[in-house]
């Protein structure tokens, strides 16, 4: 599956920015979703995951209460709503798909997109 992130760019801190990664193929639907950002000089770090089915979600402690993942299989997409963002939240975000649910670690995921970069300022 190829994925295609979208939707970064410079925010305020307290605003909002929606990320979308569309997938090509048929079989969307059988994969498990993340995100996971790299901020300048640090190690890729996890987000957010989304099961296949959509029915469960789990979130880094970070970003629990102000992000929300969420996914449209009929439309081969998975979304992640960002809220009340914060400097520290700068970093270019990568969708990334995986055949396990609920991994938040990177090796759980075999396929990744090109990155958004999402910058808040103070």
């Known amino acids: 599956v190829q994925l295609q992130a979208s939707g970064g760019g410079l925010v305020q801190a307290g605003g909002s920015l929606r990320l979308s990664c569309a997938a090509s193929?048929?079989?969307?639907?059988?994969?498990?979703m993340g995100w996971f950002r790299q901020a300048p000089g640090k190690e890729r770090e996890f987000v957010a995951t989304i099961t296949r089915s959509g029915g469960s979600t789990y979130y880094a402690d970070s970003v629990k209460g102000r992000f929300t993942i969420s996914r449209d299989n009929a439309k081969n997409t998975v979304y992640l709503q960002m809220n009340s963002l914060k400097p520290e939240d700068t970093a270019v975000y990568y969708c990334a798909a995986g055949d396990l649910d609920l991994v938040d670690g990177l090796e759980g995921y075999d396929y990744w997109g090109q990155g958004t970069l999402v910058t808040v300022s103070s």
């Open positions: 193929g048929r079989t969307f639907s059988r994969y498990a």
